[in-house]
């Protein structure tokens, strides 16, 4: 077997159905596996899943086990040459999987491989490179310094931003949103640490993947990560848990670090959480008080690209949401650069989502056109015929 795909689903069921969508249109010449570890969803996502992809390794937890301790299950169960650990709210182009494996190959030396992640909008995600976070590194990152000066080969170490976009580099860290493992590495090294419930396991064992000996690369290959549909960022939980990772990691591979320097980052870690729940506290409350709150939020408009039958379901759908839409019949062939020919001379002042029908037009072409024309309001969605079920970064509509 030469992969073996790994994702983690908690109650995400439509975003993983695209996830897997993508991802079978990427093993197409690829001797491969795919587990689904569902961390007992309540959204009944494996019954939903199976009907559509019953060759899929399903294993239902009973409780929520967290993220490395389920992608351990899965790695333990699965026989790839590579493992691949994949965010379910991620897209993968048609030929990724197929040319990070072929980069393996060609690099024997290399323990993981992340790619070039996009946001919503097509902007370019900075955590697809990162650096270790050093007691430094990490200060730096807190006190803004990384942000100012992200160029800098010290000072903006925690993104790496002075690596080119456009060419392989080895980096330090590699994102758990798409991560793709040697298993001779991960036999040499161990698997995911299962102290961490979720958050900085990808941090942790990339650095020992580099203690280890392995090298730890960026191949720019495109994929789409929504960033957070699979995880809930608004609770007290989120924030317990994500710093408690940091704190895990610092002790873990830092603990012996001097007193001047031990005490200040962990008062950082206590600070940055302890502001996290207030500025969270805080907005839950001038969302309850009302008067304080701001403005409505505006609805988006929705731009249609597709298939004659797939914008008579979306002109349908649309209607039964009460969408402000716009509508374009057209394919990848005969209108290759998608949405932006439809944009000329033309001004976006609100939130525009377009979305694309992924029978008239590829994964691969999708990415393509939002990573080379990036407009901040400019958003990405997919309609899938199959399903009648339109994603984007928000929600889910059918």
């Given at each position: ?69 389920a ?59 990162r ?71 990808d ?68 600070l ?13 409350m ?23 039958a ?20 057209g ?21 525009l989502i ?23 309001n ?9 399903t009648?079920t339109?994603?984007?970064?928000e929600?889910?509509l059918?």
């Open positions: 077997m030469k992969l073996s795909v790994i994702i983690v689903n908690y109650n995400v069921k439509h975003y993983l159905y695209q996830c897997l969508d993508s991802v079978y249109k990427a093993l197409r010449n690829i001797e491969a596996e795919v587990f689904v570890v569902d961390n007992h969803s309540r959204d009944g996502s494996v019954e939903y899943l199976q009907r559509r992809y019953n060759d899929v390794n399903y294993i239902e937890m009973n409780h929520n086990l967290g993220f490395a301790r992608n351990n299950i899965a790695i333990r169960q699965s026989t790839g040459d590579y493992v691949l650990l994949l965010n379910p709210d991620t897209i993968v182009g048609e030929q990724t999987l197929n040319k990070m494996v072929s980069f393996l190959d060609k690099h024997p030396e290399a323990g993981a491989a992340g790619v070039k992640m996009l946001n919503a909008n097509g902007v370019k995600a900075k955590e697809s490179r650096g270790i976070p050093t007691p430094m590194t990490a200060f730096y990152k807190m006190t803004g310094l990384c942000n100012r000066f992200p160029k800098n080969k010290r000072l903006g170490k925690y993104y790496m931003g002075y690596l080119p976009w456009d060419e392989a580099c080895e980096i330090e860290v590699v994102s758990g949103a798409f991560c793709m493992l040697r298993r001779e590495a991960l036999l040499k090294v161990g698997l995911l640490d299962e102290d961490f419930f979720m958050y900085g396991e941090i942790d064992l990339s650095y020992r993947l580099l203690k280890g000996g392995f090298k730890n690369w960026y191949v720019p290959e495109t994929i789409l990560h929504y960033k957070g549909e699979s995880t809930s960022k608004s609770s007290f939980r989120h924030v317990h848990v994500f710093y408690e990772a940091m704190y895990i990691f610092f002790k873990k591979h830092f603990g012996n670090s001097s007193l001047l320097i031990s005490i200040p980052i962990n008062f950082a870690i206590y940055s959480a302890t502001l996290a729940l207030v500025k969270m506290q805080t907005r839950k001038r969302k309850a008080l009302g008067f304080f709150s701001h403005k409505r939020k505006k609805e988006p408009d929705y731009l249609f690209i597709g298939s004659v797939a914008i008579t379901q979306c002109r349908k759908l649309s209607r039964k949401k009460g969408l402000s839409s716009e509508f374009h019949v394919n990848e062939k005969k209108q290759p650069e998608g949405h932006v020919a439809l944009m000329e001379d033309r001004e976006v002042k609100n939130t377009v979305v694309y029908d992924t029978d008239s037009y590829s994964y691969e072409t999708i990415l393509h056109i939002f990573a080379e024309n990036t407009i901040e400019v958003q990405m969605g997919t309609y899938n015929p199959h009648k339109i994603i984007t970064l929600e889910v059918k």
